[in-house]
């Protein structure tokens, strides 16, 4: 402040008016080439935000720490700690049969943790009725839960989704899914262990 004071004192008052009015239209012109951006960067930022509330309230509340760090283990080791078929979908990215597992029509209030690994995937509040026979979710708990990778097949293009902490198959994502992302996480009940949490407020 004292050296922006003295600096001023050194102009008279016409060149402290010009000097004014050359910050005020730097400025001004500098915030309007900003807005739009701003603006969208803004709307990302509450979206994001907005999102992790909504979808981690519960795990903010809890204080609990997410699991992060990487599981990983020789097939030999997996197929101790799985049963065969989720060894088959898990590790050999196999599919459950429509309408066989366990969670398609689950309603319970929770959370769908990886059966590999317990890693928090999904939770009830994002679970919806896709009719496919497989448990639908439009959004997982956050971004950095599971993983995707783009399969390239000779007749269609799909996205797979791995947990992210274990890598193991769990199903894929497709862009018609409900609102707000329009996406659908179609997962196998055989991969997922379903947690009951009740709502706290
Ligand atoms: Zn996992």
Redesign the pocket.
């Known amino acids: 402040m004292m050296t922006d004071f003295f600096v001023l004192k050194k102009f008279d008052r016409s060149q402290r008016y010009a000097l004014t009015f050359f910050v005020e239209k730097v400025s001004s012109s500098f915030v309007s080439v900003l807005t739009p951006i701003a603006k969208y960067g803004l709307k990302k930022i509450c979206l994001v935000l907005g999102m992790t509330l909504l979808l981690n309230g519960d795990s903010f509340c809890n204080g609990e720490k997410p699991l992060l760090e990487k599981?990983i283990k020789s097939n030999a080791e997996w197929k101790k700690i799985l049963t065969p078929k989720q060894y088959y979908i898990?590790r050999e990215k196999g599919t459950e049969r429509a309408f066989s597992g366990e969670y398609h029509d689950h309603k319970g209030q929770g959370v769908y943790?990886?059966?590999?690994?317990?890693?928090e995937?999904f939770s009830s509040k994002t679970k919806f009725d896709s009719g496919t026979g497989w448990p639908s979710f439009w959004a997982p708990i956050s971004q950095d839960k599971v993983r995707e990778e783009k399969e390239h097949g000779f007749f269609m293009k799909r996205t797979e989704v791995l947990?992210?902490?274990?890598?193991?198959h769990?199903g894929h994502v497709f862009e018609d899914g409900p609102a707000p992302t329009h996406l659908r996480y179609c997962i196998n009940s055989l991969?997922l262990k379903f947690v009951e949490k009740k709502e706290q407020k």
């Open positions: 599981v898990a943790q990886c059966a590999a690994c317990g890693n995937l947990c992210n902490r274990c890598d193991a769990l991969i």
